[in-house]
């Protein structure tokens, strides 16, 4: 059984439709079906790596090290599964697939088209994930607003894909807006019947419409739509503003939205599990303590910069009941101002990572601050790095101690060019990236939590832990709670006389879930708890 359900979206982009192609995925495979994803990016690009983390928002990387979209991570942690490189599919990969044949002589003689060589190539594309991983059900969301040039070849290649394949095996779920006109009080459907005629320009009619409101659609616009669209009124689903997007799997649940789409595919309705993810929500939306921790970094205009760490917070706080407010704090703001006032009120807080120097001295005084004054830090990554360079310089006296990235001719560089790296000119994927083992120590305050020794968590990174360096700053009382299995590379650092200040070189929101947090970001959210309650 290999089946289809396609999200499109209409009207304006930021409207949710990975939330609704995750929460799909989410209440299919709670009612018994094996599903996976996969995100279309119409952009030229060949992967997320190269695009500016405010712009796009966050870069997520997969086990396999595939730098992709933040859907992706939002599919992993509504699935709660781990997804890869096949499940992520942009025009500069499809673009790159044809060519390379091409030039492979792969399609001698002919002439290289859009049609039929660039959507042949999106269709066994599209296929692969099912094809590989033996899923019955695959939830495809196309990025992007219907209309969009570059989204083209893509609707094509769907538009192409239903001629080839049983009617029963695909659903087109179309996500719009109903925007509300404050002076009628009312709910317009115009911008709906509008997308969805752009769609049937391309040759596609929607078999379920989900639409995005501030408030109840009222039956007489749900028929309306109806009517316009070429759908029953039952196949107009309203997708309301909720407090948190984990509520909407169980807000679309009961819109029925997963039994429209179960009956287009022909599939029995099996009885559906989600009795945990609905504790969690109610923990989520009502915890019983709030916590306040702070997010040092370089992009504080866009929530959506640091997406996993957020969610991670969310998963650990419904682990421990607790709500974090996340502060965003610039870290050049607290350069210039100095850190006490602006991080005397938190119970924690967390350097994240990051590129290039600016922001950095910041994040180092920022961290001098935590480690005197005993309040929790996390660092990940670049903040690990960072944690590193503080401890050099003022503790272990290494002046001006720094990382090669920002200081290559440093008499300290605490922080080194990986030894593989040192070759590496082209920039797009050539990072240590993905998962790689690790083994921890049992005397350290992260065993404690991870509670076995090997972990396997995933990396982006061209610098490391100086292994020069090693031997004398533990001397001054670092220790390395973690590290790579031939124990060449540093993953863990802590500072033993402090309530937690642990800094990782992977990052471990990449793995965090609702259903299964992160047990460092549950150990730290835990510190904080405990630093407030003092
Ligand atoms: N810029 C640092 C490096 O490349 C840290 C990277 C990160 O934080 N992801 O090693």
């Known amino acids: 059984?290999?089946?289809?359900?396609?999200?499109?979206?209409?009207?304006?982009?930021?409207?949710?439709?990975?939330?609704?192609?995750?929460?799909?995925?989410?209440?299919?495979?709670?009612?018994?079906?094996?599903?996976?994803?996969?995100?279309?990016?119409?952009?030229?690009n060949v992967d997320a790596g190269t695009m500016n983390p405010q712009e796009h928002g966050e870069v997520f990387v997969t086990i396999d090290g595939k730098e992709t979209d933040l859907d992706i991570g939002r599919y992993e942690r509504f699935l709660n599964e781990?997804?890869?490189?096949?499940?992520?599919?942009?025009?500069?990969?499809?673009?790159?697939?044809?060519?390379?044949?091409?030039?492979?002589?792969?399609?001698?003689g002919q002439t290289v088209q859009i049609i039929p060589h660039i959507t042949d190539e999106i269709k066994r594309l599209i296929?692969?994930?099912?094809?590989?991983?033996?899923?019955?059900?695959?939830?495809?969301?196309?990025?992007?607003?219907?209309?969009?040039?570059?989204?083209?070849p893509f609707l094509e290649s769907l538009r192409q894909f239903k001629e080839e394949i049983p009617r029963e095996d695909i659903v087109f779920v179309h996500v719009t807006l109903l925007p509300l006109l404050a002076s009628s009080d009312e709910l317009k459907t115009k911008p709906t019947q509008h997308s969805v005629k752009e769609l049937r320009t391309i040759g596609i009619q929607p078999d379920i419409i989900v639409a995005r409101c501030n408030r109840a659609i009222p039956t007489a616009a749900k028929e309306k739509i109806a009517l316009f669209c070429s759908i029953p009124p039952t196949h107009v689903i309203e997708d309301r503003d909720l407090a948190t997007p984990y509520g909407a799997p169980l807000a679309l649940m009961e819109e029925e939205l997963d039994l429209r789409v179960l009956e287009k595919l022909a599939l029995p309705i099996e009885s559906v599990k989600l009795e945990r993810w609905e504790?969690?929500?109610?923990?989520?939306?009502?915890?019983?303590?709030r916590v306040k921790i702070g997010l040092v970094g370089k992009y504080i205009e866009l929530g959506d910069s640091y997406i996993s760490i957020a969610d991670a917070f969310v998963h650990a706080g419904a682990e421990l009941n607790a709500g974090v407010?996340?502060?965003?704090?610039?870290a050049e703001q607290l350069q210039r101002d100095g850190t006490d006032r602006l991080l005397r009120d938190l119970d924690g807080v967390l350097v994240p990572g990051g590129f290039g120097e600016r922001g950095i001295e910041g994040k180092v005084k920022t961290i001098t601050y935590l480690r005197e004054n005993k309040i929790p830090f996390f660092g990940i990554c670049l903040g690990m790095q960072c944690a590193v360079i503080e401890f050099a310089r003022n503790v272990a006296?290494?002046?001006?101690?720094?990382?090669?990235?920002?200081?290559?001719?440093?008499?300290?560089?605490?922080?080194?060019?990986?030894?593989?790296?040192?070759?590496?000119?082209?920039?797009?994927?050539?990072?240590?990236?993905?998962?790689?083992?690790?083994?921890?120590?049992?005397?350290?305050k992260s065993f404690t939590y991870y509670r076995c020794h090997r972990i396997r968590e995933r990396h982006r990174h061209r610098f490391e832990f100086n292994s020069a360096f090693r031997e004398q700053l533990t001397r001054a009382?670092?220790?390395?709670?973690?590290?790579?299995?031939?124990g060449r590379l540093v993953e863990i650092i802590e500072l033993v006389d402090h309530p937690w200040f642990v800094a990782v070189q992977f990052h471990p929101e990449f793995r965090s879930r609702l259903l299964a947090p992160h047990p460092l970001f549950v150990g730290f959210l835990n510190a904080c708890l405990t630093k407030k309650s003092s």
């Open 1 to 44: 059984m290999r089946k289809f359900v396609f999200v499109t979206g209409g009207v304006l982009s930021g409207l949710g439709k990975g939330v609704v192609a995750a929460s799909i995925g989410l209440l299919l495979k709670s009612r018994g079906y094996r599903v996976t994803m996969q995100k279309i990016d119409p952009y030229l």
């Open 82 to 108: 781990d997804l890869t490189a096949d499940n992520y599919i942009t025009t500069g990969q499809v673009y790159w697939n044809v060519i390379h044949k091409e030039r492979n002589g792969e399609f001698l």
């Open 127 to 152: 296929r692969r994930p099912v094809e590989k991983d033996g899923a019955e059900i695959s939830v495809v969301e196309v990025g992007g607003t219907v209309g969009d040039i570059e989204g083209l």
């Open 279 to 289: 504790e969690l929500i109610e923990r989520v939306t009502a915890p019983a303590q």
């Open 325 to 330: 407010d996340i502060s965003l704090l610039s």
């Open 397 to 444: 006296g290494l002046d001006r101690a720094n990382s090669a990235e920002f200081d290559p001719a440093t008499l300290y560089p605490v922080i080194d060019l990986m030894e593989e790296q040192t070759q590496v000119t082209q920039k797009g994927g050539t990072m240590r990236l993905g998962e790689y083992e690790a083994v921890l120590c049992d005397d350290s």
């Open 477 to 486: 009382g670092m220790r390395v709670a973690a590290s790579s299995p031939d």
